[in-house]
């Protein structure tokens, strides 16, 4: 999977097209990723100490990651990414753009 924890995403498709957010979790086995502010679903809770009379909270529901591209963090553009290896045997992700590579924070 290309894209990790805290990148900044744009939806390309789905209901959400359009959308852009930083991702907060990735479910890697099921190829999915939660985004901040994308795919906001109503989720009951049921009575709990907290929510004694019961509550509705809006959640982020989780979305395929083939349907975002990875906004490039050097111009800022959506992009696909390659991937080159370091010296040290790192990967980087390369945007197919700009040729930069794709910081992580
Ligand atoms: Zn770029």
Known sequence: MNIRKNDLVKVISGSSRGKEG?????????SKILVQGVNI????MKRS???PHG???QKESP????NVLLVCTS????????YKTTSGGDKNRI???CKQVITES
């Open 22 to 30: 930083k991702v907060i979790r990735t479910i890697t086995s099921k």
């Open 41 to 44: 679903i109503w989720k009951h």
């Open 49 to 51: 100490q907290q929510h």
């Open 55 to 57: 509550a509705r909270i």
């Open 63 to 66: 979305i395929n990651v083939s």
């Open 75 to 82: 111009c800022n553009k959506p992009t696909r990414v390659n």
């Open 95 to 97: 945007c197919k753009k």
